[in-house]
């Protein structure tokens, strides 16, 4: 059974950064590399939102409100993707997951304070 484990969330101030990481593991027919993998986040009392996604060929996809300052990223060798964020904004607090082929991590929180 595939697991997600993300880390890296933390308390920042604005425009500080921060760089969050998915490790998958328990891949039986299907390779990790074989696999798109995005980021979404869920600030209380929202719905859970899109962030970012890298495919299985390197191409990334980005939210509008995170294009510029956030970074997808996947180290296949490590089963490993990674989402750099920079210039942190207080919208951005909210708990980040991992999503791959619609399984979830159980999210790392992200804290931007003013």
């Known amino acids: 059974q595939v697991q997600l484990v993300e880390s890296g969330g933390g308390l920042v101030q604005a425009g500080g950064s921060l760089r969050l990481s998915c490790a998958a593991s328990?891949?039986?027919?299907?390779?990790?590399?074989?696999?798109?993998m995005s980021w979404f986040r869920q600030a209380p009392g929202l719905k859970r939102d899109f962030v970012a996604r890298i495919t299985s060929g390197y191409d990334t996809y980005y939210a509008d409100s995170v294009k510029g300052r956030f970074t997808i990223s996947r180290d296949n060798a490590k089963n490993t993707a990674n989402l750099q964020m920079n210039s942190l904004k207080p919208d951005d607090t909210a708990v980040y997951y991992c999503?791959?082929?619609?399984?979830w991590g159980q999210g790392t929180q992200v804290t931007v304070s003013s």
């Open positions: 328990g891949f039986t027919f299907v390779t990790f590399k074989d696999y798109a």
């Open positions: 999503n791959l082929d619609n399984v």
